[in-house]
T-cell receptor, first 110, second 112 residues
């Protein structure tokens, strides 16, 4: 089954609101990645985290690598309609095996 | 555009028929992956490759096989398609040291 548990499964928010989603695992991950999938396309990498406790920003997106190495969160500030999509956390399960969470589906109402 | 193309993009087939999906990359990435995406399950890894002729199973490999005879091509074969294999299949290639994978646009397979 899934090694990475994402929550919430879906979110419906108003444009301008901030968003927070997270990902947890029973296993330790040495890398945490956040991807976004636009409708009808493949996922694209947003942010990569390589060190426990690391906090990284990419524009309105901020992600943190949990200190226990078993969790990560992604925040989006001041959401806009183009933030709509599915957000996935991901990490290498073993040396070569890249696993993804089930995703958080974000809907932004104008 | 990271140079990952999948073919076919759409396919409808009947139960019991063999199906092959092709993934082609132009960036010379060592690692390539096949995932399936289903509602409520996200992306689940089917098989992956860490070099020419080097492949391994992912978490949902039953009923699927892969081959990689050249760096640029990674084939996914369903030997005898079943309705449970109706899904959207994504190929990815990339850099395992950074974790950045580049995805194709997906292949939608319907098994009747």
């Amino acid at each position: 089954g899934q090694q990475l548990n994402q929550s919430p499964q879906s979110m419906f928010i108003q444009e301008g609101e901030d968003v927070s989603m997270n990902c947890t695992s029973s296993s330790i991950f040495n890398t945490w990645l956040w991807y976004k999938q636009d409708p009808g396309e493949g996922p694209v990498l947003l942010i990569a985290l390589y060190k426990a406790g690391e906090l990284t920003s990419n524009g309105r997106l901020t992600a943190q690598f949990g200190i226990t190495r078993k969790d990560s969160f992604l925040n989006i500030s001041a959401s806009i309609p183009s933030d709509v999509g599915i957000y996935f956390c991901a990490g290498p399960y073993n040396n070569n095996d890249m696993r993804f969470g089930a995703g958080t589906r974000l809907t932004v109402k104008p | 555009d990271a140079g990952i193309t999948q073919s076919p993009r759409h396919k409808v087939t009947e139960t019991g028929t063999p199906v092959t999906l092709r993934c082609h990359q132009t960036e010379n990435h060592r690692y390539m992956y096949w995932y399936r995406q289903d509602p409520g399950h996200g992306l689940r890894l089917i098989h992956y490759s860490y070099g020419v002729k080097d492949t391994d199973k992912g978490e949902v490999s039953d009923g699927y096989s892969v081959s990689r005879s050249k760096t640029e091509d990674f084939l996914l074969t369903l030997e005898s398609a079943t309705s449970s294999q109706t899904s959207v299949y994504f190929c990815a290639a990339g850099l395992l040291n950074t974790g950045e994978l580049f995805f194709g646009e997906g292949s939608r397979l319907t098994v009747l």
